[in-house]
């Protein structure tokens, strides 16, 4: 999916997040968003997610311009990776199949085999699938939370510090994979050194 | 059993009131700093409850259905505003919706109670319309209260589970359902737990009001056994209203929960 950020500006009361700020990405490009804390890495992300709002300019995502009539319908093309999976009760395999049970997800079926794949493309256990979310380790959720997201199949993946806990070891391996996906857009909102990504936009920078 | 209840003097009611000493010397012996507040809800008591008395007896004198049912849906004002402010909520957003969450359930349910117990004209009469209906309010305002609170507070204590939902494709109701499930929960086990001790750990008050007033206690049981299961009825009812009809307001065309929802 391609997407166009176009002369926005954002503000939180005082604080100018972003002003008349522009960006181009082109469909299947991978792009690493890196600067300090609160340099409006993760609003980024919220922008086009529609859970921020711009004061001004607008968001064009695969052709659609991001309005409270097509966000609904964009987020059923988006796979988003929190930094911290939320705190849900139930098992791994609840969490996946409450995901798939949405009406937008219900066409892509929940498969067992398919996540018990992945679960091995990131060194997760088999028997974790049956593992209460809550007793995961923080590295351990953050690959399940790549797992559902890998899951939905969607066009443009957006990861918000989606590695941060993961330790160094595995983390390579992670990185590496989600770097070679080149059929999706991605976003990777990120800290960490070693991934690969077509463009680099350092917010710290940008002004 | 069946005589008449014992009217209080006036005599009485100054002891009554005198009682008050009491708990109000605890509370400037210890600090508590809320004697004013005590003070001020005693003659807002005594107040409301005159002017409610002096108007139930026109209202009792008149009993015309049309006024009868004026009664019930100023009641019902009455009871929302309650509601909204003791609560974190923002009137201005939520006055409406709880007005009408409020109105459909308690009426519902009012008239089926009293369809099923009198004679179709006695229906809308003052005696059961008002009574009961303020009854089943009070109670189905604690519910909405908690019901609300509970699930606005929730949702914005964990909104990155709610975003997490959305962002995974959920409509906005998909992504509320486990907020909604966990205020309806917490609606309904406060009434879950007094059905289970009633008459146990305490005679409810319904009941004690009809054997004073003479009626016998097969008679008091069934009216507070039938008054229970409206009263349940109607919160589960007016929390799932109250939280759907507030939706609309609550949230932007995004789904994002609006920040003036909450009183600052």
């Not at chain 1, 994979?177 to 077509?198: C, E, F, N, P, R």
């Not at chain 2, 117990?117 to 309010?137: C, D, H, K, N, T």
């Amino acid at each position: 999916m391609e997407i166009r950020l176009e002369h926005l500006t954002v503000r939180f009361g005082q604080k100018t997040v972003f002003s008349d700020f522009s960006l181009h990405l082109p469909v299947r490009s991978h792009l690493l968003v890196t600067g300090s804390s609160g340099s409006g890495k993760s609003t980024l992300l919220k922008l086009l997610l529609g859970f921020c709002v711009p004061d001004q300019g607008q968001i064009v995502i695969g052709g659609q311009t991001v309005n409270p009539r097509t966000i609904w319908q964009l987020r059923q093309r988006i796979a988003y990776v929190p930094q911290r999976l939320p705190s849900v009760a139930g098992t791994a395999r609840d969490l996946l199949e409450h995901l798939h049970q949405f009406q937008a997800n219900q066409t892509l079926r929940f498969s067992k085999q398919a996540a018990l794949a992945y679960f091995a493309d990131f060194g997760l256990q088999p028997d974790q699938l049956q593992q209460p979310v809550r007793e995961l380790s923080g590295g351990e959720q953050q690959r399940l939370a790549i797992i559902s997201a890998l899951l939905l199949q969607r066009d443009l993946l957006l990861l918000d510090e989606a590695t941060s806990a993961v330790d160094a070891d595995r983390k390579v391996q992670v990185m590496d994979y989600l770097s070679g996906l080149k059929d999706q857009t991605m976003i990777i909102v990120a800290h960490d050194q070693g991934w690969q990504a077509d463009h680099i936009l350092d917010l710290s920078q940008s002004d | 059993m069946m005589d008449n209840p014992v009217p209080i003097p006036l005599w009485a009611m100054v002891a009554f009131y005198a009682l008050l000493l009491l708990p109000a010397g605890l509370i400037w012996y210890f600090r508590l700093g809320v004697l004013r507040r005590l003070a001020i809800a005693v003659v807002r008591m005594t107040v409301q409850l005159t002017l409610v008395g002096v108007l139930l007896i026109y209202w009792f004198r008149w009993d015309n259905a049309w006024l009868n049912v004026l009664w019930v849906v100023v009641m019902v004002g009455f009871a929302a505003v309650s509601a909204v402010q003791s609560s974190t909520l923002r009137l201005r957003y939520f006055f409406v919706p709880v007005f009408l969450a409020l109105l459909v359930s308690g009426l519902s349910v009012l008239l089926f109670f009293n369809v099923l117990l009198l004679p179709i004209r006695e229906v809308f009469s003052a005696q059961y319309l008002i009574i009961i209906g303020g009854m089943l309010l009070g109670n189905a305002l604690k519910g909405i209260v908690i019901g609300l609170s509970d699930f606005y507070q929730r949702l914005q204590d964990q909104q990155d589970a709610y975003r997490y939902y959305l962002a995974a494709g959920a409509s906005r109701w998909e992504a509320l359902i486990p907020f909604f499930r966990n205020s309806l929960q917490a609606a309904l086990n406060p009434s879950i737990a007094s059905m289970a001790t009633m008459g146990v750990v305490f005679l409810p008050g319904m009941m004690t009001g009809q054997i004073i007033g003479g009626a016998t206690p097969d008679t008091a049981i069934r009216y507070q056994l039938a008054i229970m299961i409206v009263i349940f009825v109607c919160i589960a009812l007016s929390v799932v209203l109250g939280v759907s009809f507030s939706l609309g307001r609550s949230f932007d065309g995004y789904g994002n929960l609006r920040a003036g929802v909450f009183r600052k």
